[in-house]
């Protein structure tokens, strides 16, 4: 284990000297075959040698021919790695010079042993009475120290992992594959690959509970020497092939979530870092590599194999065991790591489909397992493969809006599969009748989870959660999947509403148990969209109160277009069971409205009035939603509100995230009616089960009043302008609520 000091002041070049004589030597040993096969081995291919002792003979002349010919393979071989040893050792330490010059130039002094030390001697004299004096400046010098020394010993870390790497291929180059011994025929001039194939020798011994702690460390030390280098990945995974790869996961997971406590963070670690290798190596998709690899990952991955967390489930019966297919190992892999090409995602997602869609020649319940596979416990577990992957597509926003966008011509059907064709139900409850066996499917706690968030962020372009700066339009990939989700949720197509008799049902669908992890981050992508959707609820959209068969395409203005009516189903829906939900749709469109609507004063009554229609008519359809999921708005959900400004937009504050920040005028106007907006759902509530829905809404009538006024003294609006909007809004208020209300009974 090299030191700083034995880093820094090593001859590197001792290095390429050996390496040249390494070259020689090969040369020599060529000249020694030609001699030896000139002048000795050609004595048993002559006519004047015959019989057994001529046969017996040969067989030892050809062996000794080969051991040159297998010498030379080798000193070539250990050439190149020592060749490639120095260049890498030469890289790293100017790495760790680096370190040492910035560590300077920060008033630190590196001692021949990489000890750092503040440089006092840089001091004013004020600096170093504080110095002495000032403990809270003594603490600050002590975090810079140890910074600064962290770094320098990271940088000599790396130099520490690549000679270990360097004495691994060294060992494995020299060693003959024959029993006999001899020189190594097959040795090659690459580090990484050596340190790949030890790798995979370590898998399979960790996979036969072999392993030694000096394995362990070998093995995270290799990955970690190695992230990122395409090499050493490819070599690894055709080392272990799918199905090794697979086993050794599996193996992985078991040791992590059920292994001695003290060891499951080291082997979480080691699937951490084979996730990401499984990434590096197959960024090249148009690679002979990753074309065989994924050829044999078709056949692993509907293959069964073990796996603790699936074999402790049965139907309670004995025999009725189970095991995991491959695919469900693979998505559990591709969770742990990240940095995966959008092209490999894509190609797992595809083959994953055909192996279950019905339509390609695959089976539906091919996924199916008894138990439950989701939260603390064992949510890690993607025994829904596509699930999974779309999981992790997610992360990538562009990865998912090219696999989920239907195209112009909606040639693309993998929106419309995941929402009308799939068959989500994968787990099975089995109960008996004597000997006879029944299987009822069902949804696991987390269905649709990934496919949520994978549409959240194709729809946005933002990582699921992340949110947009402002309010804004989106890509034409991204409005055609928004647009095509909702009209398909509601409609069944993503053309939206066909006919008279057709009948939305976006509320019903998403109410089901099956899309419960699919509201929150759909909530999230109609927020996102608010722009859109509060045309779309006044009426004033390109595609005005029914929709359109397909968006607005204008590059990155493009816009959604969908039905007022669809539009309410789909909040509602997304509220079920969810305040937060809804209070992320509401405050959205709340927000938006005072950016774009009450952001500016006016001269206008005509301006004031159409104003106050648009903003009286959506916050009646959004009391509407509210009132009819019976969400829980009391007074200690208002009280927790102000405390924590759950409704706030201003930078840095809010549990509610993913809404663009506004400005401060428009927060104001916001809050000031904040507590009258949640009685005035209590009201809605109240007039819904009473059925008495004609009656008006006093506290929705405050609320606008007061949200007006504040409007009008923000921008000195005149009083007779303010009546106007607020009068307007209120009767707008009603129509709002009652369009939204018969949307939500099957109206429309």
């Known amino acids: 284990m090299p030191t700083y000091h034995e880093i820094m002041s090593t001859k590197l070049s001792t290095l390429t000297t050996a390496a040249q004589a390494w070259e020689d030597m090969a040369d020599e040993f060529e000249d020694q075959e030609t001699a030896y096969r000139r002048d000795v081995h050609g004595i048993s291919l002559g006519r004047t040698w015959f019989g057994h002792s001529a046969v017996a003979g040969n067989e030892q002349f050809n062996g000794t021919l080969k051991q040159f010919k297998y010498a030379q393979t080798e000193a070539k071989a250990i050439a190149e790695l020592l060749r490639e040893a120095a260049s890498q050792f030469h890289d790293l330490r100017e790495d760790l010079k680096g370190v040492k010059k910035d560590a300077e130039k920060d008033d630190m002094i590196v001692s021949a042993r990489g000890v750092v030390t503040f440089d006092t001697e840089s001091l004013s004299e004020g600096g170093k009475t504080a110095l002495h004096h000032d403990p809270s400046y003594q603490e600050s010098v002590r975090d810079k120290e140890r910074t600064w020394q962290r770094r320098i010993d990271a940088a000599v870390k790396k130099v520490t992992d690549a000679d270990q790497g360097v004495e691994t291929a060294l060992e494995q180059a020299s060693r003959s594959d024959s029993p006999a011994g001899g020189f190594n025929g097959k040795a090659q001039g690459d580090i990484e690959k050596y340190e790949a194939k030890n790798t995979a020798e370590i898998a399979t011994r960790i996979n036969n509970g072999e392993a030694t702690p000096a394995d362990i460390r070998e093995a995270q030390r290799a990955f970690r020497d190695n992230a990122g280098d395409k090499a050493f990945s490819q070599t690894l995974l055709n080392s272990l092939g799918p199905d090794g790869m697979v086993k050794f996961t599996n193996k992985l997971s078991d040791l992590s979530h059920s292994g001695d406590k003290g060891d499951r963070k080291d082997y979480a670690g080691l699937q951490k870092s084979l996730a990401n290798t499984l990434a590096t190596a197959t960024k090249d998709t148009d690679s002979d590599f990753y074309k065989n690899w994924r050829k044999k990952m078709r056949k692993a991955g509907t293959e069964q194999f073990d796996l603790d967390v699936v074999s402790k489930e049965s139907t309670g019966r004995p025999g009725d065991t189970q095991q995991a297919r491959g695919y469900q190992s693979l998505a559990t892999l591709m969770k742990q790591g990240s940095g995966y090409s959008d092209d490999f995602l894509h190609d797992m997602a595809d083959d994953i489909r055909k192996a279950e869609d019905k339509s390609q020649g695959g089976d539906p319940d091919i996924w199916d397992l008894h138990g439950n596979y989701s939260g603390k416990d064992d949510g890690w577990f993607a025994n829904d493969p596509l699930d999974g992957v779309l999981e992790v597509m997610s992360r990538d926003p562009k990865a998912s809006e090219t696999y989920l966008d239907p195209g112009a011509d909606r040639s693309n059907d993998n929106l419309e599969y995941l929402i009308n064709d799939r068959d989500w139900k994968n787990i099975d409850e089995t109960t008996y009748k004597g000997e006879f066996r029944m299987d009822k499917p069902t949804h696991d706690d987390d269905a649709r989870k990934g496919f949520g968030l994978a549409l959240e962020a194709g729809a ?7 949110g947009s700066n402002e309010f804004g339009r989106h890509s034409e990939a991204q409005a055609r999947i928004m647009h095509d989700a909702v009209n398909t949720l509601d409609y069944g197509q ?24 699919m509201r929150e981050p759909l909530a999230r992508a109609l927020a996102d969209y608010s ?34 009516e669809s539009l309410v189903r789909m909040m509602r829906g997304a509220s079920e069971d969810s305040t937060e939900n809804f209070e992320l749709l509401n405050q959205a469109q709340r927000g938006y409205a005072s950016s774009e609507y009450m952001g500016t004063g006016t001269e206008s009554s005509l301006e004031a009035d159409n104003r106050g229609r648009k903003v009286g008519e959506v916050f009646g359809a959004l009391n509407a939603v509210a009132a009819d999921a019976n969400l829980d ?9 102000e405390d924590t400004k759950l409704y706030g937009y201003h930078a840095g504050g809010g549990a509610i995230t993913g809404i663009p920040v506004v400005g401060d005028t428009a927060q104001r106007i916001v809050d000031a009616s904040l507590s009258e907006w949640q009685k005035s759902v209590i009201e809605e509530q109240e007039a819904i089960a009473k059925e008495s829905l004609s009656s008006t809404n006093s506290a929705a009538e405050r609320a606008l009043q007061d949200y007006f006024e504040a409007w009008a003294d923000e921008h000195d609006v005149p009083k007779d302008m303010r009546e106007h909007a607020s009068g307007e809004a209120k009767q707008s208020y009603h129509v709002g609520r009652n369009n939204a209300l018969e949307a939500l009974r099957g109206e429309g």
Do not use: C, M, W
Not at 460 to 466: A, D, K, V
Not at 494 to 517: C, F, H, T, V, W
Not at 535 to 561: A, F, H, I, V
């Open 494 to 517: 993503p053309e939206g509403k066909q006919g008279e008799d057709d009948i939305g049902k976006a509320d019903e669908r998403l109410a089901e148990d099956g899309y419960k992890s």
């Open 633 to 641: 708005v009391s007074d200690s959900k208002i009280e927790k509100a």
């Open 531 to 564: 722009p859109d959707t509060f045309d779309s609820l006044t009426g004033e959209g390109r595609g005005k109160q029914d929709g359109s068969t397909t968006p607005y395409l204008n590059g990155e203005n493009s816009q959604t277009l969908n039905s007022r």
């Open 460 to 466: 946005t372009g933002n990582e699921p959660g992340s």
